[in-house]
């Protein structure tokens, strides 16, 4: 007895290949084999430009929060001001608080601030900001903020006290602010807080004229439009906050599992004391960006799918055509596995050039992003990216092993998958019916 070849032998893939380069006068469907591999090309790069971008867009985001924000931070849940019928939420111990929430496992830093909303004026033009107040060496620990890359100024000069000529405070501004009153740094801004000065015929608006010394970007519209830093003991002058701070900012050594920290934290802070992680800030925008995430893959499998069944298309025309072909075959001892692997192969090929194309497309966008966002917004007359309603300045993307080998996974699966049913119906047919009418 004959010895049965092995499966996947040289011969098949020959004859494979024969089919798959075959022309129309030969019987071949090259054409519709050209349209499957454009097809599972454009399929897998649009996969992968998605998963990138996703990717790219969610670090951004969260890089830009725990860039220039608290990992954590530690409010008062407050008292009432039996004179002014207020809930008073300032925490007048909070250097004793911030030496205990510091010796918690995990924090690596906390800072007392002093927080308040302004007007901000730069001769006719107006602004509303958000002043932080905070201590000069905490407000290098933060990345965004103090990066020297894109920040403009000497954030050094934020730690000098008031300028000896002018007898003005320093004063670090966004760069929105910055764009919106038009200045930049060596200008005056004036801040003007209409919960000034307390006197016997009422409550004055305090005006304070300041130097800006560093003009930062954080990455985020929203954040560079309205935030401005002085320092500490000038913000607790000018809010009338002497011997008090607002809230309390903690970083953390993994801010991924912050939630963890949410029980320590509150016994360190004591009675009367509550917790905001960056998670709680921001959780509803990152859970709708999850949820993007999900029906965006569904609906681009779902491209890949149809980009798919064209080899199936491909195949059972290729079997109509190739019907003479494999009777021959057959006739000469080719067994059913034979046929079935040829044809599988046909369609397998198909797929495995397709992904390979498409990935190397898909990673070639993801790197180079930036100019092909730049060539297209110079074609379209720029405006094409607003940072007022998107939040960042540009385009982010990010290639992450696991979404190229998603991307992968799904395409040579589908192909393979769609492909064995045409080849099934090949390896079945009859040689005798195949030969009859020839």
Known sequence: MAAQPAPFSAFEWMIAWRYLRAKRAEGGVSVMTWISLIGITLAVFALIATLSVRSGFRAEFVDTILGSNAHVTVYSVGTMNETTRQIDRSIPNYAEMAERVREVEGVTRVAPLVKGQVMANSRDLNAGVQVFGIAHDDLLTLPRIADPETGLGDIEAFNSGKNEETGLAPIAIGSGVARTLGIGVGDKIKLINPNGVKTAFGTNPRINAYDVVYIFSAGRYDIDQVRVYLAFEEAQSFFNREGTADELEVMVTDPEAVDDMNLPLLRAAGDGSQVWTWRDASGGFLRALEVEDNVMFVILSILVLIAAMNITSGLIML?????????????????????????FICGAMTGILGTLFGVILGC?????????????NYIMGGGVWDPSIRGIYNLPAKLQFWDVMSAIGLSLGLSFIVTIFPARRAARMNPVEALRYE
Request: net charge positive; charged share 20%; aromatic share 14%.
């Open 319 to 343: 079997v109509k055509n190739k019907g003479r072909d494999i009777g021959i075959l057959r006739t000469m001892g080719l067994t059913e596995g034979s046929v079935l692997r040829v044809f």
């Open 364 to 376: 070639l966008f993801a790197i180079y992003i930036d100019p092909l966002f730049s060539f297209v």
